[in-house]
């Protein structure tokens, strides 16, 4: 360790306490370099693959398809992640079906995905914002959540307390409009490089009493969209914290505890780059899927009843239902609800009773996003 790094490391150690409200938590941007040359050769990699995904999204006919499968998706491991547990066939008959009497945790994770979606199109009116966080909290936790103005919250695990976030809701704003600055501020910074500085500084802050992790998930994805690295919300990085979780934790607190920003940059990098590759894959198993349906329809379905289009609305989300038809001018209601049968009768879709809903699941692509 050289002299300057020891002397920051010391610094830092003075100034941190885990026992105690870090309001000395530094703003950004950092004081180091935060683009090493081992973080500048992983962020091309990362935007290269993010290019790559950008690109190959806008190929696809109908984005609903993708984007209804990757943000259910998020929005369910970013849920788990916080022990918020529902399982996929709970989650796409809720959001497919008008019931309301879902279980909590299937509720919560709908939420999440509304959250996302509903910060995604406030974009095209705003950028990113305090206020934007804001409401992506009070979604998820479906209240009037507001910045925390009262001590003791503690971040514990096993009985043991691992972090104190800052408390006074006033320094808590002007953290926050700290961060927003740094998030639009063009300082020549790689945008991906400023993705991980801005989730821990997020994380860091821990602005609300519940809520934060996802929250701070949220604003991942939407932040990508802002950048115009992504122009929808498609990229599942939610799976990657999940699958390094213990690495996740222990990295953020190598950043509050040791200065340790490359580490950290370097794992958010490489999450970047690995989830965008998980999602081309994703992109090319569903459309091959697709394309496999269309020429697998079209032989074997009544010339009355086969149409591209219908083939291609059954892959919007893995439940289809006679609405979706109807809304979509495949066909009548009575109609509608033949030509479903009949894609039943080969063996395309499984119909389940849902309440008073008959929903059609589409086997093969639900085995793709369950896997």
């Known amino acids: 360790m050289s002299k300057s790094s020891t002397y920051i490391h010391s610094f830092v150690?003075?100034?941190?306490?885990?026992?105690?409200?870090?309001?000395?938590?530094?703003?950004?941007?950092?004081?180091?370099?935060?683009?090493?040359?081992?973080?500048?050769?992983?962020?091309?990699?990362?935007?290269k693959v993010l290019a790559e995904l950008k690109g190959r999204a806008d190929e696809i006919p109908n984005q609903s398809m993708l984007v209804n499968a990757i943000t259910?998706?998020?929005?369910?491991?970013?849920?788990?992640?916080?022990?918020i547990v529902t399982t996929q066939d709970s989650l796409?008959?809720?959001?497919?079906?008008?019931?309301s009497a879902t279980d909590v945790q299937t509720k919560e994770v709908l939420r999440y995905r509304q959250a996302?979606?509903?910060?995604?199109?406030?974009?095209?009116?705003?950028?990113?914002?305090?206020?934007?966080?804001?409401?992506?909290?009070?979604?998820?936790?479906?209240?009037?959540?507001?910045?925390?103005?009262?001590?003791?919250?503690?971040?514990?695990?096993?009985n043991e307390v691992i972090y104190t976030p800052p408390e006074g809701e006033q320094l808590i704003r002007e953290l926050l409009y700290n961060l927003e600055n740094f998030i639009h501020d063009d300082k020549g910074i790689d945008d991906l490089v400023k993705l991980a500085v801005m989730h821990y500084q997020f994380e860091?802050?821990?602005p609300f009493f519940d809520?934060?992790?996802?929250?701070?998930?949220?604003?991942?994805?939407?932040?990508?969209?802002?950048?115009?690295?992504?122009?929808?919300?498609?990229?599942?990085?939610?799976?990657?914290?999940?699958?390094?979780?213990?690495?996740y934790y222990q990295k953020i607190r190598s950043v509050t505890e040791n200065n340790?920003?490359?580490?950290?940059?370097?794992?958010?990098?490489?999450?970047?780059e690995d989830t965008a590759k998980y999602t081309l894959q994703k992109i090319n198993t569903i459309n091959e899927l697709m394309d496999e349906t269309v020429r697998y329809?079209?032989?074997?379905?009544?010339?009355?009843?086969?149409?591209?289009?219908?083939i291609e609305l059954l892959f919007v989300q893995p439940y289809a239902k006679v609405k979706f038809l109807v809304d979509n001018n495949i066909a009548k209601r009575q109609t509608a609800a033949e030509y479903l049968q009949e894609l039943e009768k080969i063996g395309v879709l499984k119909s389940q009773k849902v309440g008073v809903e008959n929903l059609f699941l589409n086997v093969k692509l639900f085995e793709i996003l369950k896997n």
Request: hydrophobic residues 40%; proline residues 4%; aromatic residues 8%.
């Open 211 to 247: 809520g934060n992790g996802r929250t701070g998930r949220v604003l991942n994805i939407l932040y990508l969209v802002d950048k115009q690295l992504l122009d929808t919300p498609i990229l599942y990085l939610s799976k990657y914290i999940i699958e390094n979780k213990n690495e």
């Open 72 to 83: 259910l998706q998020e929005a369910k491991d970013s849920s788990e992640i916080e022990n």
């Open 116 to 158: 996302l979606w509903d910060g995604f199109n406030s974009l095209k009116e705003r950028p990113l914002s305090t206020n934007t966080i804001i409401k992506i909290v009070q979604t998820i936790k479906e209240n009037n959540a507001g910045i925390r103005n009262t001590p003791g919250t503690r971040i514990m695990s096993a």
């Open 13 to 47: 150690e003075a100034m941190y306490n885990k026992e105690q409200a870090y309001n000395s938590l530094p703003v950004l941007p950092p004081t180091i370099d935060i683009e090493t040359k081992a973080i500048l050769k992983q962020a091309i990699t990362a935007n």
């Open 204 to 206: 860091a802050i821990h």
């Open 260 to 272: 340790d920003w490359e580490a950290w940059i370097l794992f958010m990098l490489k999450g970047v």
């Open 92 to 99: 796409y008959k809720a959001f497919s079906s008008n019931i």
């Open 297 to 310: 329809a079209k032989a074997n379905l009544p010339s009355r009843v086969y149409s591209k289009e219908l």
